[in-house]
T-cell receptor, first 109, second 114 residues
Framework: GQNIDQPTEMTATEGAIVQINCTYQ??????LFWYQQHAGEAPTFLSY??LDGLEEKGRFSSFLSRSKGYSYLLLKELQMKDSASYLC??????????WGAGTKLIIKP | ETGVTQTPRHLVMGMTNKKSLKCEQH?????MYWYKQSAKKPLELMFV???????ENNSVPSRFSPECPNSSHLFLHLHTLQPEDSALYLC?????????????FGPGTRLTVL
């Protein structure tokens, strides 16, 4: 079967670093996405990983280990505007996105 | 602004009403999607259209009826809904429905069924 799991909620401090983990199980895999969704707004694309390793994009980095079925999103120098839900999703063998329930990130001053 | 618009942004309807949700994308994409988002649950894919043809219908009840008149417009017609259908309905589009394709989402319609 297929499943994907991420923490429901995390809290971090402004200026700090936070890592949001995502684990998945699937027989077919075609990459993993991270999206950001502010309350009441559309999800917006952050990253896509299909090869193992770390991809850095400004303050945000995304890591993938296909052998471990594991990804994380790393947010550095946290700002209050980073308070949002972070959704991970993988592309299965049929190129259909399988979504996690999202991690609500709360940033405190 | 993602290039995908949805109307209305909020909708309250009774169980016997008929209403429609509208989605429009200005990105020149060929695939469009309807998702249901309930609190603390994963996004549920409802329907997929690729080049105006429906390619996915994930066991969605018939009280939800999609329509895709062209690659830029997508509708979701609602009829005799249930209170458990209350959720955020998101529309998305992508270049096409294959391989790696970033999906661009609209802001959603917050639906409340009384």
């Amino acid at each position: 079967g297929q499943n994907i799991d991420q923490p429901t909620e995390m809290t971090a401090t402004e200026g700090a670093i936070v890592q949001i983990n995502c684990t998945y199980q699937t027989s077919g895999f075609n990459g993993l996405f991270w999206y950001q969704q502010h309350a009441g707004e559309a999800p917006t694309f952050l990253s896509y990983n299909v090869l193992d390793g770390l991809e850095e994009k400004g303050r945000f980095s995304s890591f993938l280990s296909r052998s471990k079925g594991y990804s994380y999103l790393l947010l550095k120098e946290l700002q209050m505007k980073d308070s949002a839900s972070y959704l991970c999703a993988f592309l299965d063998s049929n190129y259909q996105l399988i979504w996690g329930a999202g991690t609500k990130l709360i940033i405190k001053p | 602004e993602t290039g995908v618009t949805q109307t209305p942004r909020h909708l309250v309807m009774g169980m016997t009403n008929k209403k429609s949700l509208k989605c429009e994308q200005h990105l020149g994409h060929n695939a469009m999607y309807w998702y249901k988002q309930s609190a603390k649950k994963p996004l549920e894919l409802m329907f997929v259209y690729n080049f105006k043809e429906q390619t996915e219908n994930n066991s969605v009840p018939s009280r939800f009826s999609p329509e895709c008149p062209n690659s830029s417009h997508l509708f979701l017609h609602l009829h005799t809904l249930q209170p458990e259908d209350s959720a955020l309905y998101l529309c998305a589009s992508s270049q096409d429905n294959g391989g790696y394709n970033e999906q661009f989402f609209g802001p959603g319609t917050r639906l409340t069924v009384l």
